[in-house]
Each structure stands twice: as C-alpha cells, then as structure tokens.
C-alpha cells in the first residue's frame, strides 16, 4: 500500500513536538509494510530560515520514507496540488484539522479528486485545546461541516477519549476508526538511586498555553518540600512565558525553576532518566509522546487526567489529577520528595518495567495499518 502524508513539521524539525514522533515512530515501525512519501514545510515550526540539511523542492530518502519539503506561499500550495492529482498514492493521511496548508487544503483537493483520505486531529479537538482561540476554531469547524468534508473521511483517533472529542466537534455519524499513536523504543539503561537534596523535577514541552506551564508553576506555590523544576522546550508564545516568569518571581525560596533550553528528540530519553519525576499537567493531549518518554525513562509521572495515561496509582508508575484540584497536584510531588530513596528506585523499576512491557507489544502498529487498510477498502 502507498499513502501520502501531508504534516506541518518533520524532521529535522523538532520544535513541533509530538506530531513529529508521531509520524517517525509510524514509518519507522509500519515501513515495512506500507510505503510512505510525506510532503511538509520546508522549515522548522516558527523559524524564518529553511533547513540547510536537506534539499527543498525534491525527494528525500528519510528513514524509511520519501520526504518533500516544500516552501511557504503559492508555490507550496502549488506543489501540493500537483503531487495529490498523481495517482502513485492509495491513501492520503492528514495529520491536522486546523492546518490551512497541510490541512484543508489538501482535503478540498482530495475531496475534488475523490481520494480516500484518514485524519488525524492529533488532539486539536480536547475540550483544553478548543478553548484556544476558541472563535476561530468555532468557525473552522462549522465550515468544515457545511461543505460536507466529514463525509467520506475516516478519522483516527489514537484512544476512546479522543474518539468522543471528535465526536463531540463533528457529530456522533463521523467514522471514526481507533489506532493507537506508536511509542517509543528508547528505554533508560540504568536506574540511580535518587540524590539526597531537593526533588528533582522536570517539564519537556512546547512553552504555550495548551501545555499548561503557568499552571504548573501556581501549583509549585503550595509543594512544602525543597524542589527544583527545571524546564525544557522552545518558547512558542512569548507572552506566556512572561506570564510564566512572573509566577516563578512569586515562588517560595524552597522552589527553584530554571530554563534549559530545548532538547533535540534523541535526547530526550536520556535527559529525563537523570530526574526524579515528570510533572506535566497538560490541558489535553490525544497522545503525549513525552509522557511516553518519561516513562521509558523510568520516571513517575504527576499529570493531569487530560490525557489517554489513566489509572497511573494503580500501576504504581504515578498520578493523574484533575485540574480543578491544584492541591492534589502538590500534595503529590511532596509525597513522592519524602519516600525513602530505595522506595523511589523501587517505584522507577515499576515505571521502566511497565513501560517496556507496554511499548515492546506490536498492537499500535498492526492497529495502524489495519487504520490505512480500512480507510483503502472503504467504498
């Protein structure tokens, strides 16, 4: 099978995050069995400058895939015509609802074409991230309705909550099909025994409002033992983050925050297992590759209950909180600030454990490709 994957970032772009480890994860683990070509932005998300590591305006050989990046303005939309009127292709696979270029435009195209096409919304339809610009969104969605593109489209979801965001935007008739995003395989090689001193905690993430930074930082307020928060990710909103800088001015001595700057993906797995735990309370994600990460890294996790990661006290690898209460939030990462440092390693060898249970297993792969094969057979 052949499918064309139309994204806003891939790599060597990182700064869009999850969707990014989406797609890798999903090529490098189904490119066996599907060939991809994937058509995206010429430049890594707000960079003015395009990369200087690979060619624009051709095919690339990336991983598995064939990559084209293609440049902002006419001329990108152009290109993108042109490659969805070829007929090399099966299946278009969209990886956003609100993208103009990557988006809705391919889709009118596809639609004109009569192409079948999946959608992956990629968590743009929780309940937190609608209420971003939620006018425009509004809007957006209404025209998609009124011109009837939900028709004929299959929609993936990468677990039941998101399903029900979806329906919730489109209506209960949208055909929906649950194929599970693709984790990581990089696991931490050694656990430590935990450094006495303060908790060592850590947030690797876009700076925006969506991931709820500022939030966590207000929460920080109430933790009664010492703690040092260190921070990695670009700064996407720049307001935000001055919003963030005043909340950090307004924390308690025995609470340290510290930007690192931003981590390249390969990275990420080998700095978070240097930290005590990932303390993440995002207002929704339909995935949450770095949630995935931590725990690869063998980390307890304190996260709120927007994501698909539920039932974390059960398994023992960690919490998920409603926003609504901010205590529960502190009053869990001083729990964990005051175990002994045998029964933190003991916990982290339940996290690294479960996590290379759950991510060793083929069944979002084969869930995937089953996703492409429906939407393919689909009349």
């Not at 099909?177 to 947030?203: C, S, T, W, Y």
């Not at 928060?229 to 670009?234: A, L, M, Q």
Request: with cysteine; glycine share 6%; hydrophobic share 40%.
């Amino acid at each position: 099978m052949d499918v064309l994957v139309l994204a806003s970032h891939y790599i060597p772009g990182y700064k869009g995050g999850g969707p990014i480890k989406t797609i890798k994860n999903l090529i490098d683990q189904a490119g066996d069995e599907i060939s991809f070509k994937l058509i995206t932005s010429d430049r890594d998300l707000g960079d003015t400058s395009p990369y200087t590591s690979v060619n624009i305006g051709t095919w690339n050989k990336v991983g598995s895939a064939l990559v084209l990046y293609v440049q902002p303005g006419k001329a990108g939309y152009v290109r993108i015509a042109q490659h969805l009127r070829r007929k090399d292709y099966d299946v278009v696979y969209l990886n956003s609802f609100f993208s103009p270029r990557f988006s809705f435009f391919p889709l009118l195209v596809a639609k004109a074409l009569r192409r079948k096409v999946v959608l992956g919304p990629r968590g743009e339809f929780s309940k937190g991230a609608l209420t971003l610009k939620s006018t425009k969104k509004h809007l957006f969605i209404e025209t998609f309705k009124l011109l009837g593109l939900h028709r004929r489209t299959v929609f993936q979801a990468s677990s039941d909550f998101e399903a029900e965001d979806i329906r919730r935007a489109l209506g209960s008739r949208v055909d929906i099909h649950v194929a599970e995003d693709i984790g990581a395989q990089d696991f931490a090689e050694k656990l430590m025994l935990r450094n006495a001193g303060p908790l060592q905690a850590v947030f690797v993430s876009r700076i925006s409002p969506k991931k709820n930074l500022l939030a966590a930082l207000k929460m920080l307020k109430e933790v009664r033992e010492p703690l040092i928060y260190s921070i990695y990710g670009p700064i996407e909103d720049r307001d935000y983050w001055e919003e963030c800088e005043v909340a950090i001015e307004d924390l308690p001595p025995h609470v340290r925050v510290q930007h690192k700057g931003t981590l390249n993906p390969n990275e990420v797995v080998r700095t978070l297992e240097k930290y005590d735990v990932f303390f993440f309370p995002t207002k929704g994600e339909n995935y949450g590759h770095v949630i995935a990460e931590a725990l690869c890294a063998g980390l307890p996790i304190v996260i709120a209950d927007t994501t698909p990661w539920r039932n974390l006290q059960e398994h023992g690898i960690g919490w998920d909180l409603p926003l609504r209460n901010p205590n529960a939030f502190s009053t869990a990462l001083d729990e964990l600030a005051t175990i002994p440092a045998e029964d933190h390693l003991h916990m982290r060898e339940t996290v690294l454990s479960w996590a290379k249970d759950k991510f060793s297993q083929r069944d979002a792969v084969e869930a995937n490709i089953a996703l492409f094969k429906y939407a393919d057979e689909k009349k």
